[in-house]
């Protein structure tokens, strides 16, 4: 039946009633909805089959050709442009209809206006009308049809797709007012029908379609790609790891998929669920492009572009594989508490490794590292060694025991989660702090790797991350004992030595002899450095209190008023423990003086002379062989000095070089003994060295030192001797007699 004009599509269907007899018009309505019902009950599952994955148009647009001729087209909602499917019934499905896809191949077509249907399309009318259809004029490709585009296009193409349901294109052609057409129309006609005869495939990349809009009988044919289903399944690379892991899920992976390898124009998106896969219907046949293009929680955006080959109303399958996200370089780091104590975190970068202190060294601590994928599960646990710069890295090198190391390639690799961090065994020469161990969560955050110390809530990027662990030193003490000594005695009349001088003061130096720097009170003193001085007390003891663990060589640098210097004692001492040890005791000869003052005849009591020579014995020792030394004696009037009130009455001074630390010498002194007749005289002694006294002995009470000036003799009838006048009168006189009498006998004699 050909298109005529009509003002009123209504008026044009009550024509059509009114020719037809009563009874066809009684049997033809019940016929007619029956078979219809019967129809979509039958043919419902295969249309959902074949076409579920098309949503169902609404039309939009109805409106006719221009030149003369109503004849509509349609546009669906989505700009589609609609054909006619219905040569006898054109002008239902107005604006707002809404309807299903079927398949044409089920589709029983209409045979006359009447609503008469006769069987399906041909396989071969199926062809040429899926060949008009691909190559006709769509919205979408904005292709022209034999060079004409717009509604002449649209025109050419449903006149052509008319013929094919007639099977005859001239008369249709014709009827059409533009004569230009009538050429394309044939010809598109013919070359779909060539198309239909020669190709038994189907299709060029597409398919025909139908829309049956509900409640009307008009069919609308459409341009439908062809197209499969595309099913994307995400594994991780590191299944073991990441299962079960609170800090991985595929679930959420976003993957586009492009029609170009540029992935420029986006077909369309999928996104993971949770098992990891996710599926995309309604995608054209060939090649298409996939690309992730937002990774899933825990792993890095895979770059891959993937290529899948699209088959029509088949599902492609695409395996991916992402990385999970994780750090390659851990590293601990075992600091001297000391050398990193005034570094702030900012400095620790440059500071890593500081130097140990004194004998101590940095190699040979231990640390267990305990993974877990979340806070309640173990999953990994290794020991770890530092080496002499005090590092240990996640690596074989540095493993001293536990499980296998996680890799990703061939390199040691640590995912995402927790790690508690313990020092267990300090390195030799250092303790093990209170807080021995630190709890630090690995986590992604915007594309970055960020530690996070669970304990203070501090968080630090992941750049060659490293934890510090600081030490402090083992400290002791140190204990000196001086003793004093003398191997002089009282004997042959010398003094007696007395007790020792005091043993304070004596000042002893303490030198680093580790291999290392040592921090003490405050500051850093590199070896062969003094530490400290210290000084003895009264009891001769001295004390070094916190050295660092180290060895220390000892030096006394100044001995006690009345002691010699010690040059032979050098110990060295070792702090291996917060201990107190004992140093070799420092023995300090004294400085000792025994005297004994006697007359050039060795004689205590010497005759009286008017001068009196005196000669000071002296023992010594204690004096340092090679030096020079000034021996000073002054004698004074013993009761004088007795009283605090003398001033010497004779000074005498000796100089030598001590050729050994014992020795003799003499002091001598002369003294008029005018005003000492009688009296006692007291030496005293002092050794001085470079004009400083180094010893002295002043003991008025010594006898050793002590001689007394023997008296004047004295003439009879000296004042001072009166008993002896009456003799000497005596004998004077007994002379006189005697020389009288003997006179007298004489001159008897004589006359």
């Not at 004009?5 to 037809?20: A, D, G």
């Not at 004569?179 to 779909?192: K, M």
């Not at 459409?222 to 991985?248: D, V």
């Not at 000084?535 to 660092?548: F, N, Q, R």
């Amino acid at each position: 039946m050909f298109i005529t004009k009509s003002s009123k599509p209504k008026e044009k269907i009550t024509v059509q009633k009114r020719s037809l007899t009563s009874t066809f018009h009684f049997w033809f309505i019940p016929l007619l909805i029956g078979g219809l019902l019967l129809s979509h009950l039958l043919l419902k599952p295969t249309h959902e089959l074949a076409f579920a994955q098309d949503p169902s148009f609404t039309v939009a647009q109805r409106e006719d050709f221009p030149g003369g001729q109503q004849i509509p087209m349609w546009t669906a909602s989505d700009g589609t442009y609609l054909y006619c499917g219905d040569e006898f019934n054109h002008y239902g499905a107005w604006p707002g209809a809404t309807g299903s896809i079927v398949d044409p191949q089920s589709y029983t077509k209409l045979t006359a206006a009447t609503g008469a249907r006769g069987g399906t399309y041909t396989d071969e009318q199926l062809r040429a009308i899926d060949y008009i259809i691909y190559h006709g004029a769509t919205a979408s490709q904005e292709k022209d049809v034999y060079g004409y585009t717009g509604w002449k296009a649209r025109a050419i193409t449903q006149f052509a797709l008319w013929a094919v349901m007639r099977g005859e294109a001239h008369a249709l052609a014709v009827s059409v007012p533009q004569e230009e057409l009538h050429q394309p129309i044939e010809r598109f006609y013919t070359d779909a029908m060539n198309y239909a005869h020669n190709n038994s495939g189907g299709p060029e990349n597409g398919i025909a379609k139908l829309f049956v809009p509900t409640g009307d009988k008009q069919v609308l044919f459409f341009f439908g790609q062809q197209s499969g289903s595309l099913k994307i399944t995400k594994n991780s690379l590191l299944p073991a790891i990441t299962s079960n892991n609170e800090h991985y899920a595929l679930e959420g992976a976003v993957y586009g998929v492009y029609s170009d390898e540029g992935c420029t124009n986006l077909l369309g998106s999928l996104t993971l669920d949770a098992s990891g896969s996710a599926t995309i219907d309604g995608l054209p046949v060939g090649c298409v492009y996939v690309k992730e293009i937002s990774a899933p929680k825990g792993f890095l955006l895979d770059p891959t572009v993937h290529t899948v080959e699209i088959k029509n109303q088949e599902e492609s399958t695409l395996t991916v594989t992402d990385t999970p996200i994780g750090d390659f370089n851990l590293r601990i780091s075992k600091q001297d508490f000391d050398h990193s104590s005034s570094l702030d975190e900012g400095n620790q970068a440059e500071q890593q490794g500081a130097s140990p202190q004194g004998n101590a060294t940095l190699q040979g601590a231990l640390f267990k590292v305990i993974y877990s994928g979340s806070s309640e599960t173990t999953l990994r646990t290794w020991v770890f060694s530092t080496d002499a710069q005090g590092f240990t890295s996640f690596d074989t090198d540095h493993k001293v025991s536990g499980d296998d190391l996680f890799t990703l390639g061939e390199k040691p690799w640590l995912p995402l989660g927790y790690y508690q961090i313990e020092e267990i065994q300090a390195p030799k020469g250092y303790k093990l702090p209170e807080l021995s161990f630190q709890t630090w969560k690995l986590s992604s955050q915007n594309g970055n790797l960020v530690w996070t110390n669970l304990s203070s809530g501090k968080e630090s990027s992941s750049s060659g991350h490293s934890f510090f662990f600081k030490d402090e030193v083992i400290r002791g003490n140190l204990k000196i004992k001086k003793i004093g000594h003398t191997s002089l005695s009282s004997s042959d009349g010398y003094s007696e030595i007395k007790e020792m001088p005091s043993l304070k003061g004596a000042k002893i130096e303490l030198t680093n002899n580790s291999t290392q720097p040592v921090f003490y009170q405050d500051k850093w003193v590199a070896p062969h450095e003094v530490v400290t001085t210290v000084e003895t007390d009264e009891s001769g003891v001295a004390a070094i209190k916190d050295l660092p663990f180290g060895s220390y060589s000892l030096k006394e640098v100044l001995a006690p008023t009345g002691y010699s210097l010690n040059t032979e004692w050098n110990p060295t001492v070792t702090l291996t423990s917060e201990e107190t040890i004992e140093a070799p005791e420092l023995i300090d000869e004294r400085i000792a003086l025994q005297t004994m003052l006697v007359d050039t005849s060795g004689s205590k009591t010497p005759k009286y002379t008017e001068t009196l020579n005196l000669v000071d014995h002296i023992k010594y020792e204690g004096l340092t062989p090679g030096e020079e030394y000034e021996i000073t004696g002054e004698l004074y009037e013993t009761k004088q000095i007795q009283e605090g009130a003398a001033e010497p009455i004779a000074r005498g001074t000796v100089r030598f070089k001590a050729s050994t630390s014992s020795g003799e010498a003499a002091v001598p002194f002369s003294i008029r003994t005018a005003s000492l007749e009688g009296k006692e005289v007291t030496a005293y002694e002092t050794i001085s060295k470079d004009g400083e006294k180094v010893a002295s002995h002043t003991d008025s009470h010594s006898e050793a030192q002590t001689i007394r000036v023997a008296p004047k003799p004295h003439l009879p009838g000296t004042a001072d001797n009166a008993y002896e006048v009456p003799l000497l009168f005596a004998l004077a006189g007994t002379l006189l007699i005697g020389c009288t009498h003997l006179f007298a006998t004489k001159i008897r004699r004589l006359f």
